[in-house]
């Protein structure tokens, strides 16, 4: 079955920090994204790539970066972290452009910022 | 505003009975729609999708499409306490790589 690993699964980090989650995926899928999940507002899109090398912005990607260095791997970014990124962030593969495929996703990251 | 609205929020329905979850976009360039299934503690996977209109049958599960009236729904017989989870309904526009998920429903199903 199609893998998606993220890490770490849990993390807590001090306002102004710098927080970078990680996500591998062994699927050979050219997109992935990263999402984050609150009460409320369900999933919502924070920067996902076509490939590496390229990333772009989703509907939410004020406050964090991306950076896809190869096909397997696609990191989320929080240059100066803070309280309202408390949240948990998936981390999901899947070329649903291209044959309308599923998406994959990772166990989750729960993040606190204090 | 959000572009994919689901109900009800909550839902809680008897071992063996039906559970009906239902969604609406806003969009009309979405036209391809996923429902995704998240137990608690994990990432959500995906549970059937559907692009065409009409019903799409699964097992337990049947997904019904009106792109119409921008309306999908998932009911679910025979409901077990294993299907109790958080379900979200996603949506792809025909423009797009993006897809947009709904606010979930987390379903109770009491044994």
């Known amino acids: 079955e199609a893998a998606v690993t993220q890490s770490p699964r849990n993390k807590v980090a001090v306002t102004g920090g710098k927080v970078t989650l990680s996500c591998n995926q062994t699927?050979?899928?050219?997109?992935m994204y990263w999402y984050r999940q609150d009460t409320g507002h369900g999933l919502r899109l924070i920067h996902y790539?076509?490939?590496?090398?390229?990333?772009e912005k989703g509907d939410i990607p004020d406050g964090y970066k991306a950076s896809r260095p190869s096909q397997e791997n696609f990191s989320l970014i929080l240059e100066l972290a803070t309280p309202s990124q408390t949240s948990v962030y998936f981390c999901?593969?899947?070329?649903?452009?291209?044959?309308?495929?599923?998406?994959?996703f990772g166990s989750g990251t729960r993040l606190t910022v204090l | 505003q959000q572009k994919v609205q689901q109900s009800p929020e909550s839902l809680s329905v008897p071992e063996g009975g039906m559970a009906s979850l239902n969604c609406t976009s806003s969009?009309?360039?979405?036209?391809y729609f996923w429902w995704y299934r998240q137990h608690s503690g994990e990432g959500p996977k995906a549970l059937m999708?559907?692009?065409?209109?009409g019903d799409k049958k699964e097992g337990r599960f049947t997904a019904h499409l009106n792109k119409a009236s921008l309306h999908v729904s998932l009911h679910i017989r025979d409901s077990q306490p294993s299907d109790s989870a958080l379900y979200f309904c996603a949506a792809l526009s025909n423009m797009g790589y993006k897809l947009t998920f709904g606010t979930g429903t987390s379903l109770l199903v009491d044994p």
């Open positions: 999708s559907i692009f065409s209109d």
């Open positions: 790539s076509y490939g590496a090398g390229s990333t």
């Open positions: 969009d009309r360039n979405f036209q």
């Open positions: 999901a593969s899947g070329d649903v452009a291209v044959s309308a495929e599923t998406l994959y």
């Open positions: 699927n050979n899928h050219n997109n």
